[in-house]
């Protein structure tokens, strides 16, 4: 079957639980033989002073701010056309926290604010959101009641008004399909945490095939997922789907602050986004990259499409779509090298 038709049933689905799913530097050795690594420095990324064609649409990566750059000056963030934030940009969800955040996105001058939860974001986990499990977190559960009450909301999700919030769902901007997820190995008693192995792998079926930017807040195995002490901890099950499924231009994403960087697979751009360090220090700067517009759209358009499940109607192709113009990360490092070739 093609891959870009629907994979959203067992029996479709190529990819089973690896083996050693639970032994992610155990897999990851093995996964090597057969896929490329390759880190790209600073030096090789596009320069954020660089001037932005018109047929090319800048996107601003930042991820892991937890509530550290409210106090910047909003300059500080590179300009760009869309800008993604992969997760944790709060410490515990809190509401003024989230509230501050978004105020900050409203000061920004990005045209398209893309945001998704992390692990740190506690109370978006509708599954988590209970006295028992808030209390510990919030100090109590009174204090979390009071601070939603004051700025008048009943979901804290509804506080992000000033971008879109993707949650296992997806937006189409410019023809460029931007697929979120917030979903992570278990760990402490945190947000969107499954179990490594099938249940992660649930979630990764859902994302689309035509899937052009994918936006996750843990890593895959293998890029930018190595912690202090050398291992690796990304998900296994996420680069298989990644790498064998959905091949899409770029996977951004952030939670392990010490893999901030970029790196490849030779079809893949893995952008680990982590603005905050290993101690919260929010130095690392953003990441920005130029992708190419489909051919048949403007920067001068606004449409917004949100799927929740894998779209039928977005099928047109996305190798069709990026063989217009060349991305200006890829092209520079990788010249004539648009093809997937893992
Ligand atoms: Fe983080």
Redesign the pocket.
């Known amino acids: 079957m093609a891959m870009n038709d629907s994979l959203d049933t067992d029996s479709d689905f190529p990819i089973a639980v690896d083996a050693d799913t639970k032994f992610p530097c155990k897999a990851w050795e093995r996964l090597l033989v057969k896929t490329k690594y390759e880190y790209i420095p600073p030096k090789d990324r596009l320069d954020s002073d660089t001037p932005v064609s018109a047929d090319c649409v800048r996107v601003v990566c930042i991820?892991?701010t937890?509530s550290k750059i409210e106090v910047q000056d909003p300059k500080t963030i590179p300009y760009g056309d869309i800008l993604l934030h992969a997760?944790?940009f709060t410490m515990k969800g809190e509401p003024n926290a989230v509230h501050k955040f978004n105020t900050f996105l409203g000061q920004l001058p990005h045209k398209h604010k893309i945001v998704i939860a992390?692990?740190?974001e506690i109370s978006f986990d509708d599954n988590i959101m209970s006295k028992d499990h808030l209390d510990p977190m919030f100090g109590s559960m009174n204090k979390y009641v009071n601070e939603m009450s004051d700025l008048e909301v009943k979901s804290v999700k509804d506080l992000l008004t000033n971008c879109i919030y993707l949650e296992d769902s997806m937006v189409s901007l410019y023809g460029i399909n931007i697929y979120g997820s917030p979903w992570q190995p278990a760990f402490g008693g945190w947000g969107f945490c499954l179990p490594r192995g099938e249940a992660l792998l649930e979630k990764w079926k859902h994302i689309p095939t035509n899937t052009d930017i994918l936006m996750t807040?843990g890593p895959p195995v293998g890029y930018g997922d190595v912690v202090k002490g050398g291992n690796h901890v990304g998900c296994v099950e996420l680069l298989n789907v990644v790498q064998k499924v959905v091949k899409p231009k770029y996977h951004v994403f952030?939670?392990?602050?010490e893999g901030y960087g970029v790196s490849t697979d030779g079809c893949t751009t893995f952008i680990n986004a982590?603005t905050?360090t290993t101690r919260y220090r929010p130095s690392n700067p953003a990441v920005v990259l130029d992708f190419p517009l489909p051919s048949g759209h403007s920067k001068e358009e606004d449409p917004i499409i949100i799927h929740t499940k894998v779209p039928q109607d977005l099928t047109a192709g996305r190798k069709k779509k990026m063989s217009s113009a060349k991305s200006r990360v890829n092209s520079a490092l990788y010249p004539g090298n648009n093809k997937c070739n893992v």
């Open positions: 991820s892991d937890h997760g944790d992390g692990n740190h807040h952030g939670h392990i602050h982590s905050c």
